[in-house]
């Protein structure tokens, strides 16, 4: 296979790590490559996101760096994470349990698909999502109106600190903290999270994918569309936001953990 290495930069022993498992797959005979930001901080060679096309692309870090990787690649190839960060709720394998699967998984792997979730203000697209597009105020404080229509009918108008409009991959990230419920991957849906509204009534919504949905946003305070923390977007006065189901879906690797025993094991250490 031809296996492309990320790692995260700012850990001298992720790097460290990564070199090793790169020595470590070319022995299993796999064509092994280094993304260029991962190569320049090991004095090698190596390529963008955007010219990765191989069989599997392995990151060494936490959530952001997983989530950096699919936002920079131009196609979607398959993702294992190995965790160097906090949680790692998308970086499936602890360092010292990769060897062990690499050798076990020499003929491939099972892929899983997340949805992602495509942004459009205004009719002019803006970028795909994996965890979560985040519409909030630059200015601390200051508040927000949201409508929110379904299939063109009003099903919601509020006021609040902003909204995020979560994938059920990113229920388990900021969606969570928000008050969000944790959603099962496999369910396909745009969920919609106000940040501390204004009224005890506007709730958390799980929307079908299958349904059109737009979000207005009423109000002279200046705004911003984040999409994933990785880009960042000025809102006019009054923009339409167009939720809708990513024809590119997220390429994991299944290790063959399944979804509610990480969240017992990272979220309630059960």
Not at 216 to 228: C, G, M, S, W, Y
């Amino acid at each position: 296979m031809k296996i492309v290495l990320v790692s995260r930069i700012d850990e001298a022993d992720a790097l460290r790590y990564t070199a090793s498992l790169a020595r470590e797959l070319e022995g299993l005979g796999h064509e092994v490559a280094l993304e260029e930001g991962t190569a320049a901080h090991l004095g090698e060679g190596g390529i963008s996101f955007e010219e990765i096309d191989g069989d599997l692309v392995v990151v060494v870090g936490g959530d952001g760096s997983v989530l950096l990787t699919v936002h920079q690649m131009k196609k979607q190839v398959p993702v294992l994470g190995i965790n160097w960060g906090e949680v790692g709720f998308l970086a499936d394998l602890e360092p010292d349990e990769a060897g062990t699967f690499f050798a076990a998984h020499t003929e491939g792997f099972h892929i899983e698909r997340r949805m992602r979730v495509s942004l459009s203000v205004n009719g002019v697209p803006l970028g795909d999502a994996l965890n979560e597009g985040l519409v909030v105020t630059d200015r601390p404080a200051k508040m927000l109106r949201f409508g929110v229509y379904v299939d063109g009918t009003p099903a919601e108008r509020f006021r609040a600190d902003g909204l995020l409009v979560s994938t059920p991959t990113g229920s388990t990230a900021y969606a969570m903290s928000a008050g969000g419920p944790i959603v099962d991957p496999q369910i396909e849906g745009f969920l919609l999270v106000p940040l501390a509204p204004y009224m005890l009534s506007s709730r958390p919504h799980l929307i079908s994918t299958g349904r059109n949905l737009e979000i207005t946003l009423e109000t002279e305070k200046p705004a911003h569309l984040v999409i994933d923390g990785q880009s960042t977007f000025e809102l006019e006065k009054e923009a339409t936001l167009t939720v809708k189901k990513s024809d590119q879906p997220a390429l994991f690797v299944h290790t063959g953990k399944p979804f509610f025993e990480k969240v017992n094991h990272k979220l309630r250490n059960l």
